[in-house]
């Protein structure tokens, strides 16, 4: 049969809440129903089947259609879940007696490898259980996804339709709110505005590619300790062939909805270092409003009261411009300048750049690889030295410029690079901080000894090198240094917060 109206699916539904129906073990069945698909949990298993329906964004109503995007469904999903996406399955049989993998099919499902739905992310973070390094995995995992991906052709078009999204959203808001949304509608549209020249030129410089396209943590689980995304978007390729930095702006956005901004942020940062798309955050903040307005449309659909009113209180939270930071970090190498910038990217919510990871992207390296070079020579040349603190330099500009606030981890053992990034945050009328840390030379040599895939290739002859040349603090710059003695000095993070009003 080529159609089957929801009735004729309503009854293949009810037969299959039987567990004989299914060739596996299955003690009971449970049926999990959104507005687009029935999800039937039988055993081991999982059987996703699309509702033969046509609200508008997509168009299930023809058997084929429904094949078609089960297909889709199982060529996106490999992508990140491989061993939970196994194969689309027919049903065949009747109406009333369907049989899984029987011929002619009357219906089809996506077959999916079961999981615990306790372990999605939106869960652990409920129960104070997502932790640090689960988003440390998440990133790692995300930018390599993204890096597999080959760009969209710069005719496609795409990258470049997520106002079309929030205007949409605040159309269908309109009909369940009676909140006057004008002032949130015409920020959102300014800060499009600020950032309308970069989607084409994102587009142009290959960031635009076909991404998951729905990452909220919900359609994130922790399988064996692993983070796998799953669910991603399958109907509307212009939803999913999108800029790689949209795709971050819904973890990052979900977490500030969830109040873990330090968990947020810890997310951002290891994405950016590991990818190096700074560029990306001229319209992140666009992206991360439209992300929490497209959620609000969802809670309001949903009756969520509540939540819709939280997520448009977000969004608006976003567009609402922070005055930028510049604090650069001083200290020998082990002296606590990464374990410090970490704390500060959470607990201020910043943007770090790190000179050890840079100086190897401009080699070509990974941050782990070794590049085997001696004190003053290869990466650690005076040539590349440079070279690496004027990315800095320029990496800060282009946050800052862009609202965000930054923090450099690098040693700023030169009083010269010192001034520099004072007179960057100088002319562009910004608080500038120095955090400076000092530890014993018997703390300094345990440290970067116990290092293990660090970026920092500093050894002990490094720490000799570099602890005789490095140029002391001068009178002109102290009135800027907050002296830390580690990330637990509360006396030091009140002094920091202080010079940074």
């Not at 596996?24 to 698909?37: D, G």
Request: overall charge neutral; some cysteine; proline content about 5%.
């Amino acid at each position: 049969m080529a159609e089957s109206g929801l009735t004729d699916q309503g009854r293949i539904i009810t037969a299959l809440l039987d567990a004989k129906c299914y060739p596996h073990p299955a003690k009971n069945v449970k049926l999990v129903e959104t507005h687009i698909s029935w999800v039937l949990l039988a055993g081991r298993y999982a059987y996703k089947i699309k509702k033969a329906v046509h609200p508008g964004f997509l168009d299930f109503t023809r058997l084929e259609a429904r094949l078609y995007y089960c297909n889709e469904e199982i060529r996106l999903n490999r992508r990140t879940a491989p061993k939970i996406y196994l194969d689309v399955v027919p049903i065949g049989g009747s109406f009333d007696n369907p049989v899984m993998g029987g011929l002619p099919a009357l219906e089809y499902a996506v077959r999916m490898k079961r999981f615990s739905s306790g372990n999605t992310l939106d869960r652990l973070a409920e129960r104070g259980k997502l932790l640090p390094f689960h988003l440390d995995l998440l990133a790692a995992k995300i930018a390599s996804f993204h890096e597999s991906l080959p760009p969209a052709g710069i005719d496609s078009g795409y990258g470049t339709g997520m106002l079309e999204v929030a205007r949409a959203s605040f159309g269908e808001l309109h009909k369940f709110l009676d909140d006057d949304l004008s002032n949130l509608e015409e920020r959102v549209e300014k800060e499009y505005a600020a950032c309308a020249d970069c989607f084409p030129q994102r587009l142009k410089q290959g960031f635009v590619r076909e991404c998951h396209g729905d990452l909220h943590l919900g359609n994130i689980a922790l399988v064996r300790g692993d983070p796998v995304p799953f669910d991603c978007i399958e109907f509307d390729p212009k939803l999913r062939w999108i800029d790689v930095v949209e795709e971050i702006a819904f973890p990052v956005m979900d977490l500030l909805f969830r109040e873990c901004p330090g968990l947020a942020y810890r997310f951002l940062n290891a994405y950016l270092e590991r990818t190096g798309d700074y560029g990306g955050m001229k319209a992140f903040r666009f992206h991360l409003s439209c992300r929490a307005v497209v959620r609000a449309m969802v809670d309001a659909m949903r009756k969520k009261e509540s939540s819709c009113s939280k997520h448009l209180v977000l969004a608006s939270e976003i567009l609402s411009k922070r005055r930028p930071f510049l604090i650069i970090t001083h200290g020998l190498p082990g002296s606590g300048k990464t374990t410090l910038s970490q704390a500060v990217l959470e607990r201020l919510e910043a943007i770090r750049i790190r000179s050890d990871v840079e100086r190897k992207r401009l080699a070509g390296l990974l941050p782990e690889a070794r590049s085997h070079s001696g004190i003053a020579s290869g990466m650690y040349s005076l040539d590349t030295s440079r070279a690496a603190y004027s990315r800095l330099l320029a990496l800060a500009r282009e946050l800052l410029s862009s609202g965000f606030p930054v923090i450099v981890d690098a040693a700023f053992l030169s009083a010269g690079e010192r001034w520099r990034f004072r007179n960057l945050a100088q002319n562009l009328s910004v608080p500038f901080v120095i955090a400076s840390l000092k530890a014993p030379r018997s703390s300094l040599e345990e440290r970067i000894l116990a290092r293990k895939n660090d970026a920092s290739e500093a050894d002990l002859a490094v720490l000799d090198a570099l602890e005789a040349s490095s140029d002391p603090l001068q009178p002109g710059e102290r009135s800027r240094v907050v002296q830390f003695t580690g990330i637990l000095d509360e006396t030091a993070w009140e002094q920091l917060e202080q010079a940074l009003d």
